[in-house]
């Protein structure tokens, strides 16, 4: 069974860092695509940003130029730098699993908490 492990969350002041990872683990098939996404109350989830297998990155608009998305195996990382109170939310970390071109069944954590407060 797969499973999705995010750590790293906590408080920071604004203009802070912060840096999350998320380990995927529990199957012979390899990762493809991994990304970040966060989710404030009442508000649908949203992209942070993403990294294939072949380490092309996207971002939202939210965070470029702010945040870095990078993986090291099974393993994706998100640096969160020159944090605002904006970026409090709840970040997941959404993976997917290449069993075929045609078949990639796509699997979430459960969440690590960011706050930016002064």
């Known amino acids: 069974q797969v499973q999705v492990v995010e750590s790293g969350g906590g408080l920071a002041q604004p203009g802070g860092s912060l840096r999350l990872s998320c380990v995927a683990s529990g199957t012979r098939f390899p990762f493809s695509n991994m990304g970040w996404y966060r989710q404030t109350p009442g508000k649908r989830r949203e992209l942070v940003a993403t990294?294939?297998?072949?380490?092309e990155t996207s971002y939202a608009d939210s965070g470029k130029d702010r945040f870095t998305i990078s993986r090291a195996g099974n393993t994706v990382f998100l640096r969160m730098d020159r944090l605002r109170p904006g970026d409090t939310a709840v970040y997941f970390c959404r993976v997917f699993v290449k069993i075929s071109d045609a078949v990639t069944p796509d699997f979430w954590g459960q969440g690590t908490q960011v706050t930016v407060s002064p």
């Open positions: 990294i294939s297998s072949g380490d």
